[in-house]
């Protein structure tokens, strides 16, 4: 298949790139105009596209699938009325820019699997959370609910969207993990505020994994949470991290203190509760490649 791919540089990006290449397929990377990614890759070939004029290079016309991974890092600093802007501008806008385009295709794809993030039912506390739940309140919920409202207006052009709703990704690469094993390491990590609040997680393997499956099977569309079955609470994580590493787990993060040193995005990041079940997975008999937390953990810690 020739697939088109944007937010190919991220963690999650390279990732599928690299591992739809080796499946054959032909893909082609979304560059921005003010990208420094080389035009040179092993790991399929670059296609201009300007999210803010909708122009995109005749190499990414005529696509069988689409996989919109683009938006700024959720994680990367306070959440100002900049930061803000900029959150949802990578996100909604880029995704409107990207529809568009795909309506002005005279062959148009199959599938327009679009990322999105469990984000969206907000703290929720001790109630388990499918993709029929409703969504939250905050603004993380607010974004992430109207970045799948652009991604859903593909479906009036008969094209299939899935909207892959990302937990946490756990990765040696990056993403949060790469963050907590700092002070993990040197004997300075600790569960976040009471450590009562769900974790819902995924390894990067499995991430890829569904989001081919997504590609690939036609009776998957809408909301899809990208999770394993077995979310688990953030002391209970703070201490299989700490195990894994050999290290203690002493020095708890007081909520206090995360809000004041991040703002709204530690209550929305670090501090809310979100027990998520991934149904539609389940009902597609997926089997992931990494279902519980310790081996998960070892086999990351242990990759040095």
């Known amino acids: 298949m020739k697939i088109l791919v944007s937010g190919s540089t991220g963690l999650v990006g390279m990732a599928l790139v690299s591992a739809l290449v080796r499946d054959g397929h032909t893909v082609c990377r979304l560059v921005r105009p003010e990208s420094t990614v080389s035009m040179e890759t092993k790991d399929g070939f ?39 802007a900029v959150l949802r501008s990578s996100r909604i806008e880029s995704t409107r820019a990207l529809v568009n385009a795909l309506g002005k295709m005279n062959a148009r794809p199959r599938v327009l699997v ?128 700490a195990k894994a590493l050999h290290r203690p787990a002493l020095f708890p993060a007081p909520a206090f203190a995360l809000r004041l040193a991040l703002g709204e995005m530690a209550d929305a990041l670090l501090l809310s509760s979100q027990r998520v079940v991934p149904r539609v997975l389940e009902n597609t008999g997926y089997q992931f490649l990494h279902a519980d937390l310790s081996p998960a953990l070892e086999s990351i810690v242990t990759k040095d």
């Open 46 to 84: 670059n296609v201009a596209w300007n999210p803010a004029t909708g122009e995109l290079g005749g190499a990414g016309v005529g696509p069988d699938a689409v996989v919109n991974l683009a938006g700024a890092s959720i994680g990367d600093g306070r959440w100002t009325a900049e930061r803000k």
């Open 114 to 241: 679009s990322a999105s993030a469990i984000g969206i039912y907000g703290n929720r506390g001790d109630e388990s959370l499918t993709e029929e739940s409703k969504a939250g309140s905050n603004f993380l919920a607010e974004l992430t609910r109207e970045w799948e409202a652009e991604a859903l207006k593909a479906e009036a052009l008969g094209i299939r969207v899935v909207l892959a709703r990302f937990g946490v990704i756990l990765a040696r690469e990056g993403g949060a993990l790469a963050k907590m094993l700092l002070p993990f390491k040197i004997g300075a990590g600790g569960k976040l505020g009471t450590g009562k609040q769900w974790m819902s997680w995924v390894m990067l393997d499995d991430v890829v994994g569904i989001l081919r499956l997504a590609i690939e099977n036609a009776s998957v569309r809408g909301p899809v949470n990208v999770v394993v079955p077995q979310p688990v609470r953030n002391e209970e994580f703070t201490k299989v991290l």
